[in-house]
């Protein structure tokens, strides 16, 4: 039997949890997130177990690629690889500084061993790493610097799912100032959780963290790419949701009346390709017929169809699942208007609502790692050489 798991190990590369892991109080873990086009790292104290989860961040890293992107007007997969390979040894050194964490520490248990002094707890006790869902070659960067880190390291990895993060990304206090989440914020189940990012547009029932089933998604493009496709129709940078954003602050929601595909039907799937359609054929229209236009008053009536399909939808599903909380995450969160009318709709059905600090919205490590708790208290690691990218990766 001892041989048969000594086998397993060996095949599958699982690393045997430390046996203090489980009497501690406090574990600490670090995150690789490079799924799309930002590098992150992050290392959290994560304590308080499903009751009370509580994480204080002691370091959170990012490099963006956006810059590099740009010309191509979005994420091209190979250059996202080859820049996450750049920036992941980088980022893991400043990390580590930052959280006062010297590397030697993390290699000593051999040297201990053979000096017979007593084994002194690592700083880090496991490792989380994004999988999927995202861009293949950009998650393999994060993939194979993991597996080599769980091998130098002796460390357990637990394979994270993109956007189970966006989902804990709301347990993270607002900045370093606040460390821990306050407790009055406590979760109540279940929550729906509206998930809106680049590649996403999912609404979740979360009947407890870990518990996850979807409702609804979308049947064409993600929120984020409509309004990315928007903005590249706009003439507006990429990634286009800041920037529309920006101009639809200024603009008349109401100047055009854009269609809000599939509010009314009676499942909670999404459909942004014809509004964006839609768009493209007002702005050839007005266009054509030389009549004058601002990017703001299209910018901001384009949003709001957007807000109100996502709202609508999102409420139903609360009435119907008689949810207690409702979570927002995924970029597409940092969106003032979005955020503004799920306050005010959450007010007004009485109902509790848990949006990510704005700087967390968009991708980073920390929520990776806020997500990989839970599965570090199930025990739940996948050996280094099991670790493989999933474009697609349900909930
Ligand atoms: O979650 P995220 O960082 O990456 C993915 O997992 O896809 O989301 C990126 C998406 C992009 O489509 C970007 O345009 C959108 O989030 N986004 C916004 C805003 N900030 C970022 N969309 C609307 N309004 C914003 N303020
Ligand atoms: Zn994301």
New binding site residues.
Partial sequence: MVERLHDTQKATGSIPVSRTMALRKTTTILAIET????TGIAILDCSGGFANPKFEIRANVITSQIELHKEFGGVVPNIAKREHIKHLPILLVDALKKAGINPDALWDRGSDLRQGSKRRRKPIDALAVTVGP?LEPALWAGITFTQELSQNWKLPVVAAN??EG?IAAILLAQSDKSKVRSDKKKIKFPAIALL?????TELVLVKNWLDYTVIGETVDD????A??KV?RMLDLQ?????????LAETGNRYAYAFPRPMINTKNYNFSFSGLKTAVLYALRDLKSKKIAFTKNDVAASF?EA?VDVLLLKTMHAIKEHNARTLIL??????????RTRMQIAAKEVGIRIHLPAIQL???NAAMIAASAYFHVEKNDFTGWKKLSARATMPL
């Fill in positions: 799924s799309c086009d930002e995202g993109h956007m966006h809106v990012s680049g590649g996403h993600a929120a984020g790419e309004f990315d903005a990429y990634p286009g949701g800041p920037e529309i954003s920006r949003e957007v995450g995924g970029g597409v969160a940092a969106n003032v208007r979005l919205t968009t991708d």
